[in-house]
């Protein structure tokens, strides 16, 4: 773009095999995102030279984009990261269609930069409050693919958004499908779901370990003493965590009972927080047959012990998890 190109057209094209993600607990993207460039015609050209542009009034053209390509991409089997990948493509086109940007209202300081020391000299003398980047329209597509997925994991029967911890772990597991993945992107994830990763995510929800970030099932966070309220009130997976982690060391009546005493078994945002996260925890061996290992199989228990307080205290509120279907249809 700064050359004077213009991205005209983007395919998400997949590279890897699928025997080829030999990394265990791991999460790995299965596709590249090709994007067809060109420079534009003279026209086109005088047009951007003369045309002074804001990011406001792009923005919502980039949304639109995102949006008008997110369900064919996952119509054509395209899920996972992948799906965030390929969403890439549509905003970066249209975005390049506007260059060159200017915010018309100027951006807040990152925090990161207001810190004291050398480094923060230098970038606060290098902080421009009204540039814009392409990370500006990625920004965009992640935030467009959070809500479409998190639409259809809560079936679209409660009108009600998921707090940002709740959300950023429902999609985590959704888009990466393994709890270990790289810090960068849990904080893209982080950036579009509202959490703040270092103070609501890592430590509570999940480690640090590196350059990537492990979350936890429930057993290992009440090991650390980093489960949160009961009643949800930090976010509703510390409810669902305290349900499942009773369930498995107790009973299902308790686990019910726990959630009845903090006086939220009907709360729609525990109900649609419930039913997200059945869609997205790894399926336990008791019922696909395939036996899972290390992370992933911890995390597989908690979905059978909420799976199971589903069927017992909640089925009349909660769906069947759609993925148990699939795994039915696949072994008919």
């Avoid at 703040?196 to 009440?222: P, T």
């Avoid at 997200?276 to 925890?281: F, G, K, R, T």
């Avoid at 047959?289 to 228990?301: C, D, F, M, N, P």
Wanted: charged share 30%; aromatic share 8%.
């Amino acid at each position: 773009m700064t050359a004077g190109f213009r991205i005209t057209a983007s395919w998400p094209i997949n590279t890897e095999a699928g025997g080829s993600l030999h990394i265990k607990d791991k999460a790995a993207a299965k596709s590249t995102i090709f994007l067809v460039c060109r420079p534009p015609d003279d026209r086109q050209a005088v047009e951007l030279r003369d045309g002074a542009t804001y990011w406001e009034d792009v923005e919502p053209e980039v949304a639109k984009a995102v949006r008008a390509r997110v369900g064919e991409f996952q119509e054509a089997g395209i899920g996972g990261v992948d799906l965030y990948l390929a969403c890439f493509g549509p905003a970066l086109q249209r975005f390049s269609e506007h260059w060159p940007l200017r915010r018309g209202t100027p951006r807040e300081q990152p925090a990161s930069a207001r810190r004291r020391g050398r480094q923060t000299t230098l970038q606060l003398e290098e902080h421009d409050p009204y540039a814009v980047t392409p990370e500006d329209a990625l920004d965009v597509a992640r935030r467009e693919v959070k809500r479409w997925r998190l639409e259809q994991l809560t079936h679209l029967k409660a009108n009600v958004d998921l707090d940002p911890a709740t959300a950023f772990f429902v999609l985590a597991w959704d888009a990466f499908k393994a709890p270990v993945f790289s810090y960068d992107e849990a904080l893209r994830l982080a950036r579009a779901t509202g959490a703040d990763l270092d103070r609501e995510i890592v430590g509570r929800l999940a480690l640090k370990k590196g350059a990537n970030v492990q979350l936890w099932d429930s057993e290992k966070r009440a090991a650390r003493g980093a489960l949160g309220p009961a009643d949800g009130a930090l976010g509703m997976i510390d409810a669902l965590h305290h349900a499942a982690h009773m369930a498995r060391n107790r009973s299902l009546e308790e686990a019910r009972d726990l959630l009845e005493r903090a006086l939220i078994d009907d709360d729609p945002l525990f109900l649609a927080a419930f039913e997200a996260v059945l869609e997205v925890l790894p399926v336990s061996a008791t019922f696909t047959g395939v036996a899972l290992k290390g992370e992933i199989a911890a995390s597989s228990s908690d979905f059978e012990a909420l799976y199971n307080l589903r069927r017992f205290a909640f089925a009349d509120r909660i769906d069947e998890p759609e993925q148990i279907a699939i795994w039915q249809q696949d072994a008919d």
